[in-house]
């Protein structure tokens, strides 16, 4: 589940913005002031639905900082529909803006689509993503939600081959010619199937329902990208 952090001070908002966030899939945060909001920046918080007007402090400068010290994206909240504040929250780094009152499924699916851009952008390392895992090809690093995943050499080679090769299917054949262990010997079709259990362990949230690294009956498998 995707982590939302919701920063209002509007106790009945912020508690009316969480079940509805909660009942749509999401892992909801909540923070009434800037002070709260930073406690939860190493939560592996993937959204921040942002107010402008917060107790402690200006809902700009979280923004800014958010925008230069962090990849979490942010759509602020507030009742000021100018566009002047429109133009200065979207200069600082926040990535929508929405105007209270707002209908519900029309911020979710604001959201999702914003996620969705996120996950998909192609920074110039080359970095490769699927779902909320990233592989950074020039460090050989793996992490899901920014946090870092540690595999074994073999489990690297057949995550990267797989998001190389994003929503195709690959064979078991085709992925059996690519990979070897460590000491350079073969790797078999019963390993392959531990393999790739392996892998699921590690990078999915529920391994024995897969999302992202998905079995294709009498081919082999694919990478997907998903929601939640």
């Known amino acids: 589940m995707d982590k939302i952090l919701v920063v209002e001070d509007n106790a009945e908002l912020s508690d009316t913005l969480c079940r509805s966030l909660q009942a749509e899939g999401f892992t909801p945060y909540a923070a009434s002031s800037l002070a709260q909001a930073r406690k939860y920046l190493d939560s592996g918080i993937d959204l921040c639905l942002l107010d402008i007007n917060l107790p402690d402090g200006n809902g700009f400068a979280f923004c800014r900082s958010l925008s230069e010290n962090t990849a979490i994206p942010v759509i602020l909240l507030t009742v000021c529909d100018g566009a002047r504040d429109m133009v200065q929250g979207l200069s600082i780094g926040a990535d929508d803006y929405v105007t ?99 892998l699921r362990q590690k990078v999915e949230e529920h391994p024995q329902m897969p999302k992202m690294l998905l079995t294709v009956r009498g081919f082999g498998y694919k990478a997907v990208d998903y929601e939640g």
């Open 100 to 198: 209270k009152p707002f209908r519900m499924d029309v911020l979710v699916s604001r959201m999702r689509a914003l996620l969705r851009r996120v996950r998909n952008r192609r920074p110039e390392d080359g970095s490769l993503y699927c779902g909320d895992v990233c592989i950074n090809k020039k460090t050989s690093k793996v992490y899901k939600k920014d946090c870092p995943v540690e595999l074994t050499p073999n489990e690297y080679q057949l995550l990267l081959l797989l998001l190389e090769h994003k929503n195709q299917t690959i064979t078991r054949e085709q992925i059996l010619e690519k990979l070897w262990d460590v000491d350079g010997n073969y790797v078999n079709d019963n390993t392959l199937t531990t393999l790739v259990k392996r």
